[in-house]
């Protein structure tokens, strides 16, 4: 009996830890454009192989972080980051009652979103931080 109170509270820090977890880690970073902290965007990591992102998140600032709750599984990631352009109250005003109006345009370029040439390696137990310099 006294073993198994010995042993509940090692079980109680492992856990709070996130050792019994589902293997997901927090993952942050900053994002630069041009030299400068970008603004506001998105960023969605993808994981090689798969169609759809397995995690993002807003970047406000330049800075961003994904949550370990809804983080990411170890492995490699192709890193896609959109900063849609910011549409005036002008151009929202000229779009038809109940219509949306087109979708706004893209401020990077396709090798940082759509045609994405960045990735990362998301390591378990490891910071999981990382930096991007858009050019």
Not at 8 to 24: Q, S
Not at 50 to 76: H, M, N, R, T
Not at 91 to 119: D, F, Q, R, W
């Amino acid at each position: 009996m006294l073993q198994y109170y010995m042993i509940l509270p090692v079980a109680a820090a492992l856990l709070a830890a996130g050792c019994g977890g589902d293997g997901r880690s927090r993952v942050s970073g900053f994002v630069k454009h041009h030299g400068k902290p970008l603004k506001a965007g998105v960023i969605s990591f993808i994981e090689v192989g798969a169609f759809a992102p397995s995690g993002g998140s807003a970047i406000q600032d330049g800075k961003y972080e994904v949550p370990a709750e809804a983080g990411l599984k170890p492995g490699k990631y192709s890193v896609s980051i959109s900063a849609p352009e910011n549409k005036s109250k002008a151009a929202m005003e000229e779009a038809m009652p109940g219509m949306p109006g087109p979708p706004p345009k893209e401020t990077l370029p396709a090798k940082y979103n759509s045609k994405t040439e960045l990735g990362a390696e998301v390591k378990a137990g490891a910071k999981n931080e990382f930096d991007f310099d858009l050019q």
